[in-house]
T-cell receptor, first 111, second 114 residues
Framework: GQSLEQPSEVTAVEGAIVQINCTYQ??????LSWYQQHDGGAPTFLSY????GLEETGRFSSFLSRSDSYGYLLLQELQMKDSASYFC????????????FGAGTRLFVKA | EAGVTQFPSHSVIEKGQTVTLRCDPI?????LYWYRRVMGKEIKFLLH????????ESGMPNNRFLAERTGGTYSTLKVQPAELEDSGVYFC????????????FGPGTRLTVL
């Protein structure tokens, strides 16, 4: 079956850089997405990697290595407002349409 | 452009009752997804519509759950009869593409079954 593993919690200080890792097991692969969710809010799309390498969008970057079934989200110049849960997600590899999410990484940013 | 909306935002019902959740996707988005998140756990896929057709309902937990999308616009998710384990936040998302790599989520409906 499909599964994703990511750390449950990460703590970092304001202004620092933090990396949230995600490893996945899928029977096919259509790319890795990242979402951010603040408490009580809706998950919002951050980035998507279909090919190996780094994708940069402002302070956030996402990396993918398909050979290692591994990706990460990199957050730079951390701000208090970055405190949230971050989810990695892959689409089902069996030709289906379901999206499988990891359990989420809770990021705490301290002053 | 309006985002994905869901109604109600909260629902508290007793075990055995029926609840219907509604989702209005972004206009023009053919793909609509339902998810559930139980506290602290993963966002779990329930099903996927393309227009009015169910493309994948493999995540629906059992036959107490019924989703519809008549006319290919808004969708409803009915739970009948509700059980304690159905409690959680139900999210709806929509996407303009079938790949669904970028989905736009609604604010969710928090369902509490007592």
């Amino acid at each position: 079956g499909q599964s994703l593993e990511q750390p449950s919690e990460v703590t970092a200080v304001e202004g620092a850089i933090v990396q949230i890792n995600c490893t996945y097991q899928t029977s096919g692969f259509y790319g890795l997405s990242w979402y951010q969710q603040h408490d009580g809010g809706a998950p919002t799309f951050l980035s998507y990697n279909a090919l190996d390498g780094l994708e940069e969008t402002g302070r956030f970057s996402s990396f993918l290595s398909r050979s290692d079934s591994y990706g990460y989200l990199l957050l730079q110049e951390l701000q208090m407002k970055d405190s949230a849960s971050y989810f990695c997600a892959v689409r089902d590899g069996n030709g289906g349409f379901k999206t499988i999410f990891g359990a989420g990484t809770r990021l705490f940013v301290k002053a | 452009e309006a985002g994905v909306t869901q109604f109600p935002s909260h629902s508290v019902i007793e075990k055995g009752q029926t609840v219907t959740l509604r989702c209005d996707p972004i206009s023009g988005h053919d793909n609509l997804y339902w998810y559930r998140r139980v506290m602290g756990k993963e966002i779990k896929f329930l099903l996927h519509f393309v227009k009015e057709s169910k493309q994948d309902e493999s995540g629906m937990p059992n036959n107490r759950f019924l989703a519809e999308r008549t006319g290919g616009t808004y969708s409803t998710l009915k739970v009948q009869p509700a059980e304690l384990e159905d409690s959680g936040v139900y999210f709806c998302a929509s996407s303009p593409t079938a790949s669904g790599y970028e989905q736009f989520f609604g604010p969710g409906t928090r369902l509490t079954v007592l």
